[in-house]
């Protein structure tokens, strides 16, 4: 018993230096604070999960250096293709997509990503990791008990209110595709002109350019929007608004299913942003 929750302790300890890693990559690369990761706390369990899977299958088999680099890459690199793929089937959607990187996998792993988990994989099974079973034990049975009964609770807690937001956000992604399709079916039927547009835009969509098809998108959204004020479209985009800008930021290459709909909200969002910093500025002044 005593045993699990100091591997609980380390499963805590390496999801938060994945996080760590995580949210400085993506900080750096974005040029802005970003909170990354699925959850809302500061880990990443994907990466505490990997580094047991690696401590547990080949962190005390003698392994030689190059063979502890190469079967740390292997085991991380499954591990993450493995959760892109439940992930996806589960919420509906693509959490990270590497399919612009050379040297990748069906957009789930590449070989920038094998390259630094094997690193970490050889750092963490000669240095980190003795040292961290040796502080966990240092500590003491009341306060290793204390610490994972604690942090039990809170990571526990995360995962369901997290959950619960991104399948109901699959649900409300759901609804506003319907709601946009038909209103679009309700403003041809009425002639009107941006009706008209989007007809064009959708007859010529595929053969467009990617910015012309952002463009067309953009201005459907617009009209959309101007149609759906104070209709139940606003009741939709405007639901855990805190939720989706979060998720929004930490995954800005997510790809749900219903791809028109997370950009109408991913648009609403940025939109309604904009507009509360401008208040908050004139209110200021």
Known sequence: MLFGAQVFLWLMFYSFCGWVYES??????GKRLV??????????????FGALLVIF??????????SLFLSSAVLACTLEYFTSWAMEKLFHARWWDYSSM???????????GFLVFGTFGLVLVEWVHPWLERKVISLGEPT????????FALSASDVFATVRHVLRLDERLEGIQEEMERLLTEARAHGEHWALEANLAVGEIRHNAEEQRTQWRSRLRERFEERARGERMRALLDRKAFQDRRLMAAFPNLRPHRTEAWETLKHHLRRDKKDTEGKEHEDMQ
Do not use: K
């Open 24 to 29: 400085t990559l993506c900080s750096l690369t």
């Open 35 to 48: 909170n990354r990761g699925f959850l809302n706390g500061p880990i990443c369990p994907i990466y505490g």
């Open 57 to 66: 299958t080949v962190g005390n088999s003698g392994n030689s250096p190059v």
């Open 102 to 112: 050379r040297f990748q996998l069906n957009g789930r792993v590449c070989l920038a």
């Open 144 to 151: 290793i008990w204390m610490l994972t009964g604690g942090l």
